[in-house]
Antibody
């Protein structure tokens, strides 16, 4: 069973770049079985899909965040990463990495525990 | 505002049946994109509960069931138990937004 673990700074200053890494265990990120995704959740609010990447490096992003988001993959470390630039307080949220299984049915099946990122000076 | 609309809260006594609605539009649920449901227990990550409108992953009790019709979907919990207190989210794909979208979430309270 795939396991995911987010890591990165818990505090980011406004206008700076938020950077998070998701480490995958229990399976190879190169297996081609999944797309690798980021989802966030502001405190007390709902879930927002940020974007996803395939092993090949092919990406797709939420149009509302596309101009600020970069997702990359490092197959040698079995990790994928999120960068969100020009952050504001509105980007404060718990950030989750998750697997996206695409097939006859497409859904997010495995999730990391989440990491809280606060944007504040 | 979320693209998919859910009631903020529902409640029921132990053993009762509760349902959670998820209302979309012609660019998501109505466009025949599948609906999936996630359960988020307090302080934890969401967990897949129902996929492909009606299917339960291995390990999910049969008390949970999903349905879909037109531009809406529903999650039903029968024989409500204390451990079902959680937030529940529906999710689908939206062709107008070209991305995956979630409902705003519904908090289930067991009275």
């Amino acid at each position: 069973q795939v396991q995911l673990q987010e890591s990165g700074p818990g505090l980011v200053k406004p206008s700076q770049t938020l950077s998070l890494t998701c480490t995958v265990s229990g399976g190879s990120i190169s297996s081609g079985s999944y797309y690798w995704s980021w989802i966030r959740q502001p405190a007390g609010k709902g879930l927002e899909w940020i974007g996803r990447i395939y092993t090949s490096g092919s990406t797709s992003y939420n149009p509302s965040l596309k101009s600020r988001v970069t997702i990359s993959v490092d197959t040698s470390k079995n990790q994928f990463s999120l960068k969100l630039s020009s952050v504001t307080a509105a980007d404060t949220a718990v950030y989750y990495c998750a697997t996206f299984k695409e097939g006859y049915y497409s859904y997010f099946d495995y999730w990391g525990q989440g990491t809280l990122v606060t944007v504040s000076s | 505002q979320s693209v998919l609309t859910q009631p903020p809260s529902v409640s029921g006594a132990p053993g009762q049946r509760v349902t959670i609605s998820c209302t979309g539009s012609s660019s998501n649920i109505g466009a025949r994109f599948d609906v999936h449901w996630y359960q988020q227990l307090p302080g934890t990550a969401p967990k897949l509960l129902i996929y492909g409108n009606t299917n339960r992953p291995s390990g999910v009790p049969g008390r949970f069931s999903g349905s879909k019709s037109g531009t809406s979907a529903s999650l039903a919990i029968t024989g409500l138990r204390a451990e079902d207190e959680a937030d529940y989210y529906c999710q689908s794909y939206d062709s107008s937004l070209s991305g995956w979208v979630f409902g705003g979430g519904t908090k289930v309270t067991v009275l």
